[in-house]
């Protein structure tokens, strides 16, 4: 028996089904072509895997319609479910359950990839204005999210890539919102073309003083516009040089021991130094500081929403840490400012200028620093401390509008110059040494009347005076001169009955205060007379009010929890219904003295 009869016998032995009967031993898939039935098994893979006619057919129907989509494809499985199959809607349970069901969030558009929003759309009308534009600009593309610089310029959230022309009009754009368009401008570029853009001016205007782009239109016909203070002060010529006072004045009398004061709020943000220089306006609501930062800001002083107490306009001077920053009185049209240095600056509020007094001629060695002067009253003299201590100290007394020298007033004591004040109509000023010897100088006579020494004096380090108009009128007509020690004791002088030839040489003081434990820093009167501000910069909240004439300390304020800090300036209102208090941390504090 051959080798291919063996294999058939013994495949036959164990897969008879593979066999026909009447074969003699051959395998019949290798000799009969007759077509073999499939099983059931086969035919549900060959449907699954290659379909089958009759759902050919059917899918043919719904082929291309584009309003049925995912809905056409679930209803023709239905539908050949039930008229093919012949079953009933019972057996939708064997579909699918993704099948049956839809989740609809809504359509899935991808944004372009560079943004144009609503501000950018009006592109064009610009075009016809400009002289030329750069074609590189549509080329730069610009990431807003990926710089943190940049997300202030978005308009939405998922603002994110923009063209460099579209870049370009966003930073005009921020730039118009922190430097609002003056007044001025908008109103000369009217009479130009009124009728062409007054719209837009007006659109410019408002763009540039709203916090948004959507709420900071203002139209043409809603009315006079608002402007910063600053531009309105600016924009009438003189306006600064005006006499008339903004701030009430109106006559109140205070009560001792106890004051209604309220905090309001705050003057800008904090700066990014101590405030070393602190003063309010002579006749407008204005404030202006200054310190180490070498940084002057003057500020609207408004505290009333929505923009409390906005800042106008600062000046920042190179390598010059400020010491002293006032108005030059009786108009305040301008602003005088000096360091630790050889020379001081003038700076003109009404046209700008600033001008530069580098020298005294031939008192260059007695004035090596011009960082401690005052003004006096009447804005026609500035006295500046000297810094040669030979023999006592010394003032150098120089015309205000010249910066010439007029006269020197010097002072025998120990250590020198403590510190000086002019008399309340800026006749003269009274000049105390450290020693506590104090003389009085009348500049009409440009020699001294009067000789004094404060009492119990240990280390004198300011002096202040204050009531104008119901003291002597040959010394100028102050009342009361406040004296401050090193010890933090303040002595309260009442000058009434004094007079040229008729001061004592050793005068008691009519109240010693003793509330302060560290050296006494700053003194201030109020305009009005009525109070007295001491304080001590070198220990914390260390300040307190007198009332006058009854010399009393005010027991309600300040409270332990009064936020005032280690003070380095402070300033009273024209009006006596403010105080201001400046600190180390750079903030100013504001109040205002109700009654």
């Not at 101590?274 to 609501?285: C, G, M, V």
């Not at 004591?413 to 006749?427: K, M, Q």
């Not at 006058?548 to 280690?566: A, D, E, F, I």
């Amino acid at each position: 028996m051959s080798q291919w009869s063996e294999a058939a016998t013994l495949t036959q032995q164990k897969h008879p089904d593979l066999v026909d009967d009447d074969s003699s031993g051959a395998f019949s898939g290798f000799e009969s072509d007759e077509e073999q039935d499939k099983n059931n098994i086969e035919l549900e893979l060959e449907k699954a895997v290659f379909g089958d006619k009759v759902g050919f057919h059917e899918r043919l129907k719904y082929h291309g319609t584009v309003e049925n989509g995912l809905v056409g494809s679930v209803a023709h499985r239905v539908t050949v479910g039930k008229n093919v199959e012949g079953e009933t809607q019972d057996n939708l349970r064997d579909i699918a359950d993704a099948d049956l069901f839809i989740l609809d969030s809504g359509p899935s558009v991808k944004p372009p990839l560079l943004s144009r929003s609503d501000d950018d759309a009006d592109a064009n009308t610009d075009e016809s204005e400009a002289v030329w534009h750069d074609s590189d600009d549509d080329r730069i593309v610009v990431s807003l999210q990926a710089n943190l610089r940049l997300r202030k310029l978005r308009v939405y959230e998922d603002d994110d890539l923009i063209n460099g022309r579209q870049y370009t009009k966003r930073l005009r754009r921020q730039f118009e919102r922190l430097n609002p368009v003056p007044l001025w401008v908008v109103q000369s570029r009217a009479k130009k073309s009124p009728d062409n853009n007054r719209n837009k001016n007006t659109k410019a205007l408002s763009d540039s003083e709203s916090d948004s782009a959507s709420e900071g239109e203002i139209s043409a016909d809603s009315g006079e516009l608002s402007a910063p203070p600053l531009a309105k002060l600016l924009q009438q010529p003189g306006a600064l040089l005006s006499s008339e006072t903004d701030i009430s004045k109106g006559k109140r009398k205070l009560r001792p021991e106890v004051i209604d004061i309220q905090r309001t709020k705050d003057i800008g943000v904090a700066q990014p130094s101590a405030i070393t220089s602190l003063e309010f306006h002579p006749s407008h609501p204005l404030l202006i500081s200054s310190g180490p930062a070498s940084t002057i800001s003057m500020h609207h002083v408004s505290p009333h929403p929505p923009n409390p107490n906005p800042l106008l306009t600062s000046l920042h001077i190179n390598s010059t840490p400020l010491s002293t920053t006032v108005f030059q009185p009786p108009t305040g049209s301008r602003i005088l400012f000096a360091g630790r240095r050889r020379y001081f600056h003038s700076w003109d509020l009404s046209t700008g200028r600033i001008d530069k007094i580098s020298r005294l001629y031939g008192r260059q060695s007695e004035q090596k620093s011009m960082e401690r002067f005052k003004m006096s009253s009447c804005g026609r003299w500035m006295g500046l401390v000297g810094s040669r201590r030979k023999g006592g100290g010394l003032i150098n007394v120089l015309d205000a509008r010249t910066s010439q020298w007029i006269a020197e007033v010097r002072v025998e004591s120990n250590g020198g110059v403590a510190d000086f004040e002019w008399w309340g109509d800026g006749e003269g000023l009274t000049v105390i040494g450290k020693g506590g010897e104090a003389v009085e100088w009348d500049g009409r006579q440009r020699m001294i009347v009067g000789r004094w020494v404060d009492e119990g004096a240990v280390g004198t380090t300011v002096v202040a005076m204050g009531g104008r108009g119901s003291g002597a009128r040959d010394l100028g007509g102050d009342r009361w001169v406040a004296v401050g020690s090193s010890s933090g004791v303040v002595n309260v002088y009442d000058r009434k009955n004094w007079g040229s030839g008729k001061v004592p040489p050793r005068p008691r003081p009519s109240r010693a205060f003793d509330q302060l434990t560290t050296a006494t820093s700053h003194l201030a009167f109020s305009p009005d007379g009525q109070l007295i501000v001491m304080a001590s910069r070198w220990k914390r909240d260390a300040l307190r009010l007198v009332h006058l004439p009854s010399c009393t300390v005010y027991r309600n304020w300040p409270t332990s929890s009064t936020p005032l800090g280690q003070i380095t300036a402070l300033a009273i209102s024209p009006g006596s219904d403010l105080l201001a208090v400046a600190n180390e941390q750079g903030k100013i504090r504001l109040w205002e003295i109700r009654a």
